[in-house]
Each structure stands twice: as C-alpha cells, then as structure tokens.
C-alpha cells in the first residue's frame, strides 16, 4: 500500500526541486522601465480564501486545478500572511501597506484613519500616467474604495454585477458604505461587544423580508442553476453571479487606457456557499483532516458539522476557481498577460476546527491568516516556489517598484523578493492581529496578536476576561498545523518573543497614550 502524503510532505517535496529562474526566458522587470514601458498592474482578490485548501498548497481535494494551472507561470509564495482575520484590517492593510496599528481599520466596518486617506497603493501611483479602477463585491472592502476614490479614475459600485432587481439596502444609501452596512448587517445588532455603532433593527429585517420576496420571483431556469440558492454579499444580502463580475472585468480591461492598475475584489468563496448545480457534491468523499484540541474561544462546533461546512466551502471554491480560469485565459488570448503584473491573494482565510467555524473569532490559526499570493510578471513563462514568510504590506511597495515608482515613507512592508534581489531576512517579524473588540481611537489594549518570526509564530492574548495575557508558539517548520504548543516547554523562546512583541506594542501605542 502506497503511503500518503500530507500537505507539508509535499511542500518539502516541492522546496526539493531546482527552482526555476526568476529571470529566465523573459526581461528583468526592471528592464520594462528602462526601456520606457510600463507594466499594467492587476489585482485579483478572492475574499475568504485559506491557502490551505488550494491545489497548490497541497490540499487532498483538486479545488482548484485553474489556478494551479496558472501557477505555471507565475510565483507562488507558500508563507504569505494577511494582517487580519476578517475583510476590514486584511484589505485596510493590502491596499495601504500599513499594519493595523497604523492604519487604525481594525474594527467592523471602519474607515482607515484620515491620514491614510492618500496613502493607498492608488495614490502611489499618482502621477505614474496610470487609469486607475476598482471594484468590490464587498460592502466592507468598499468602505476604503470610497475613502480612495480621489486616487481612482473608475470606482465601480458594488451594485454593477449585483442581479437587477436585488433590493439590497445599500442601494439607498450610495456613497455611504457605512450607512449602507450597518441598515443591512445582522451581525452588528447582535454584537455590540465589537463597540461599533449598532445596525438599524427595522432596516436589516426589511432587507432580508425583501431578499426573500425577490428570490422567491427568480425564474425556474436560475434557481434549477443554484439550488442551494444564489451567491449573495453577506452584508447587503445582495445577489450576484461570479461570472457576471468576471464578464465584467474581462470588458472592463479590454477597454481599459494603458498602463492601468485594476483592483478586483470578489466575493467568493466567502459564506454563504451556494454553488451552481455542477460543483454540488463534487467533493462527497467522505474525507475530514484529523481532528484538534479544542481551543478556549471555541465556538462548540462539532467536527462533523466543521467537516460538513468545510465541504461545501471547497465546492463553493472550485466554482470560484473555474471562473478564475476564464479571467486566465482572457488575459493570455488577450496578450495582456505578456505585458501586465497579475496579483492573486486573499484578504484573509477561514476556519473549520478548534471548535470554530467561519472567521468571527478571536483566534489566529494559519487557516485564518496563511493566504494565497500567485504573482505572473510580464511574459513569466515558469513556475517558482518562494517560503520566506512575506506579509500583505509587501504588496504596495512591489508594485510601487514594477511602476516604477518611490516606495512611499508609509509603507511597512519590503519588495516581494521578484526583482532579482535575495528574499527578505526570513527573521523579519511579520505581524497579524484581531482587534476588533479595541477602540480605534485608543492603546492596543485588547485583542489577539500574531508575530511570524523564521519558523517561529508566537501568539499572544489581551484583555480577554480570564485570558489575559495568554501565549502560544508553534514552530511552522515542523508544525505547520499547529497542534503542539510549545510556549511551556520552551520558555526561553517564548520570553524572547513575548518581549519583542511587547516592545512593538509599546511603541505603537505611544501616539494613543493621554
């Protein structure tokens, strides 16, 4: 009987063979500019994306053969971490280049603080002779494209690959994704643990009262389509389809003036999973990874219904994956994948274990905030495997350098390691955090706080009652399921960590003290 791998074996295996040149059969990325060209810039976003459950990861189920056939030509980053483990600090971060504690969108639904309102990869490139474009399915993720509009030449609004006739709330408030969320959203009303502004009771259940009556009206032929019912934005309880988003962009960047930088944020493969027909039961196989020790923000759930979300939430990403593939092969019949920088990464990833479903948690596991970074460069003909760990704030000064433009003073991120330079010091700490339950306006006083370090990950627990100040380390080497915590066997790792981490803190609070 032939033994079988796990993921890890066959990141080893894939770390053992010769790594293509990054340089090899294609130009220098900075040759582009020296020789007066500029490259387009496209960034893909698939919300909720754990880079655990893709092909290329290893993943026991073949969710997404597309992108593993992308893969082919471009750079696939297997340490790559969100700064967050929801939609508000992960995109804050991709799109500043800031962390949280800088940014200050840490809570659900917030803003990036004034300061940062020009601090944008959009306004990076200001000046660079770039068409600018944006879209998001995401009530969240919009809040900041509002916030950058001054820097986009084309911000479409949620609502353009939303179905017609949808009478999602957000539609009466346009130009106020704030309002928007908080008329629409349950979870806001039943959690002011979150101190954010509590949503309207009248409105959210009018919202969902209309959604109902409107999916109810959908023609035989679309509800025989998605019979677990359509794809729908969370917030706004708005349906769409993936392939109306994907038609879009496909129209949009054919027509789009060059160079352009395009920033597609999509919805899936984030809850609620309704795939159409053809993904529904393709991954009835019986199989679940082995279970884990529960952990002290569990939420209870048992590990057959974990498995049974986890199922649907694969089906839902093969979906997504196959949309993906049409996105590919549109840029490569178009030629633009000869002349453009293809960016696919996730805000932040999602949870079926410990007890703990989704990502409304306080815990940050690598299924949470490990997310996928594919990046193609012009003409990228072979694959290469990069394990340093590198964080989404690395993402505005890559691209920053591919336009050939300054690395803004903001940024705390480092160039991806693509222009043929040595990858950052892989004992560069890299930082996540939920802070969720913190006011913006206030010390990092509560929350969970996540520093990557080498092979070493140290977590750390704020202000939770009876949680104070509780720690975990996990070394990723060895480990990169995190079962062992090794924060009491190895004491001296974990003071080392602990008080850097704390010297972090202390020095980014220092603008919040009274």
């Known amino acids: 009987m032939t033994p079988s791998l796990s993921r890890r074996d066959v990141l080893k295996l894939l770390a053992a063979l010769p790594a293509a040149g990054l340089l090899r059969g294609r130009m220098n990325p900075l040759d582009w500019l ?11 976003v698939y919300d909720t994306l754990a880079a655990e459950h893709l092909t290329t990861d290893g993943y026991p189920r073949d969710t997404t053969p597309h992108l593993a056939n992308f893969a082919r030509q471009a ?101 106020d994704p704030d309002t928007a969320y908080r008329s629409t959203h349950f979870l806001s009303r039943i959690l002011p643990s979150e101190r954010v502004m509590p949503a309207s009771l009248f409105l959210s259940l009018l919202n969902e009262l209309g959604l109902e009556q409107y999916e109810a009206t959908l023609t035989p032929e679309l509800a025989a389509l998605f019979p677990d019912g359509l794809p729908e934005e969370d917030s706004s309880k708005s349906f769409f389809l993936l392939e109306d988003a994907i038609d879009g962009m496909m129209e949009l960047l054919a027509a789009a003036p060059q160079p352009f930088l395009g920033y597609f ?5 984030h809850h609620p999973y309704h795939p159409p027909r053809e993904f529904i039961g393709r991954f009835d196989d019986g199989w679940a990874p082995e279970g884990k020790p529960e952990h002290f923000f569990t ?50 990833g999602e949870m079926f274990e410990r007890g703990i479903k989704g990502h409304n948690t306080p815990v940050l596991y690598n299924p949470l905030v490990r ?31 591919a336009a050939g433009q300054p690395i803004p003073a903001w940024s705390e991120g480092q160039p991806l ?54 720690f975990e380390l996990y070394d990723l080497e060895n480990d990169l399921e995190e079962r062992q915590d090794l924060s009491r066997a190895d004491t001296r790792t974990t003071d080392r960590l602990k008080n850097e981490l704390e010297i972090t803190l202390q020095t980014v609070n220092l603008p919040f003290r009274a």
């Open 371 to 401: 997310v996928p970074l594919l990046v193609h460069q012009p003409g990228q003909a072979a694959r290469t495997d990069v394990y340093t760990p590198t964080s989404c704030v690395d993402l505005l000064p890559t691209l920053a350098l």
């Open 34 to 44: 020296a020789g007066g060209q500029k490259p387009n810039l496209l960034v893909v």
């Open 417 to 470: 390691p693509l222009f043929g330079r040595e990858p950052a010091p892989a004992e560069r700490p890299i930082f996540a955090l939920d802070a969720r339950r913190n006011s913006k306006f206030r010390p990092l006083e509560t929350g969970t706080v996540a520093m990557i370090k080498g092979q070493e990950k140290f977590i750390a627990y704020y202000g939770y009652p009876g949680f104070d100040r509780q």
């Open 75 to 175: 750079t696939v980053f297997h340490r790559h971490y969100t700064s967050g483990n929801f939609t508000t600090p992960g995109t804050a971060s991709l799109l500043t280049g800031a962390y949280p504690w800088s940014h200050r969108a840490f809570n659900i639904a917030a803003p990036v603080a004034p300061a940062y309102a020009r601090r944008s990869i959009f306004s990076a490139l200001g000046g660079a002779g770039y068409h600018r474009l944006a879209y998001t399915h995401n009530l969240l993720a919009d809040t900041f494209l509002h916030q950058f509009a001054a820097d986009l030449e084309q911000h479409l609004p949620p609502e353009t690959y939303f179905l017609a006739g949808t009478p999602g709330l957000d539609r009466l408030f346009r130009g």
């Open 299 to 348: 939420a209870g759930q048992a590990d057959a219904d974990l498995a049974e979300r986890r199922r649907k939430y694969d089906e839902f990403l093969a979906y997504a994956d196959y949309e993906f593939g049409r996105l590919a092969a549109f840029l490569e019949s178009s030629g633009l994948l000869e002349t453009t920088w293809v960016v696919f990464t996730s805000d932040h």
């Open 265 to 269: 944020h999509l919805y899936p493969p």
